[in-house]
């Protein structure tokens, strides 16, 4: 019987894998790139970064959230990707093309770049660069944080703790931000222009935060 080897761990020297081991006691695989694996702390909810710049507008505080390129990922609770296709269907977005998914167990995604730290000279701001719009806290739980499922019931009103919407309310949202970018496509965002200026970005829990800027 074959054996699985697991992919090895970044190295220690790498800062960017130290700062995720370290600061926020995630786990991340060798690169490059260094990648975060989800469904351990978190999973990821993935959409086109015009939808995903509007859902940041709708909600004043979310989890943690990235760009990469023309997606932007949204940081929910663990288990939060099985979830997904039930809530469409509940939501009555089943069967709609949505390009709305979610990376969750045994998932990976590229780690992005500190906040407050510049992007190295090979990661020159392209739009393959993966950067924080609403970065995790060092020293917090990041579960605390994100958008979990929390039943069906008043899940349209209600919301999270610290004013994070429940994953039915942000999955809502989404849907309808991506159908509506699908029907009425806008210009793209660039990453350049959405990521926090530097050392003064803000945490993940405030609004405001990011210029957004279309090109």
Same mark, same amino acid.
């Not at 004043?60 to 929910?76: E, I, K, N």
């Given at each position: 019987?074959?054996?699985?080897?697991?992919?090895?761990?970044?190295?220690?020297?790498?800062?960017?894998?130290?700062?995720?081991?370290?600061? +926020?006691?995630? #786990?991340?695989? /060798?690169?490059?790139?260094?990648? @975060? %694996?989800?469904? $351990?702390?978190?999973?990821?909810? *993935? =959409?086109?970064?015009?939808?995903?710049?509007?859902?940041?507008?709708?909600?004043?505080?979310?989890?943690?959230?990235?760009?990469?390129?023309?997606?932007?990922?949204? +940081?929910?609770? #663990?288990?939060? /990707?099985?979830?997904?296709?039930? @809530? %469409?269907?509940? $939501?009555?977005?089943?069967?709609? *093309? =949505?390009?709305?998914?979610?990376?969750?167990?045994?998932?990976?995604?590229?780690?992005?770049?500190?906040?407050?730290?510049?992007?190295?000279?090979?990661?020159?701001?392209?739009?393959?660069?993966?950067?924080?719009?609403?970065?995790?806290?060092?020293?917090?739980?990041?579960?605390?944080?994100?958008?979990?499922?929390?039943?069906?019931?008043?899940?349209?009103?209600?919301?999270?703790?610290?004013?994070?919407?429940?994953?039915?309310?942000?999955?809502?949202?989404?849907?309808?931000?991506?159908?509506?970018?699908?029907?009425?496509?806008?210009?793209?965002?660039?990453?350049?222009?959405?990521?926090?200026?530097?050392?003064?970005?803000?945490?993940?829990?405030?609004?405001?935060?990011?210029?957004?800027?279309?090109?």
């Amino acid at each position: 019987m074959a054996l699985t080897v697991p992919p090895p761990r970044a190295p220690l020297g790498s800062p960017l894998a130290q700062w995720y081991e370290r600061e +926020l006691g995630w #786990a991340v695989l /060798a690169g490059p790139p260094v990648r @975060l %694996l989800t469904g $351990l702390r978190f999973d990821v909810l *993935d =959409l086109p970064a015009p939808a995903g710049a509007a859902l940041l507008g709708r909600f004043g505080r979310t989890g943690p959230v990235a760009l990469m390129g023309r997606r932007m990922r949204f +940081l929910v609770a #663990a288990g939060s /990707a099985e979830e997904l296709p039930g @809530l %469409l269907d509940w $939501l009555e977005w089943g069967g709609v *093309d =949505l390009d709305l998914s979610a990376v969750g167990a045994d998932g990976r995604i590229t780690a992005p770049v500190p906040p407050g730290r510049s992007v190295p000279p090979d990661r020159d701001g392209s739009r393959e660069t993966a950067v924080w719009l609403r970065p995790p806290e060092p020293g917090c739980e990041v579960e605390a944080t994100l958008p979990a499922f929390t039943g069906f019931a008043g899940s349209r009103g209600g919301g999270g703790g610290g004013g994070t919407p429940d994953l039915v309310r942000l999955v809502d949202a989404a849907a309808t931000e991506c159908h509506r970018a699908r029907l009425f496509p806008t210009k793209s965002v660039t990453g350049s222009a959405l990521a926090p200026r530097g050392a003064g970005a803000k945490r993940s829990g405030n609004a405001g935060t990011q210029p957004f800027a279309f090109s």
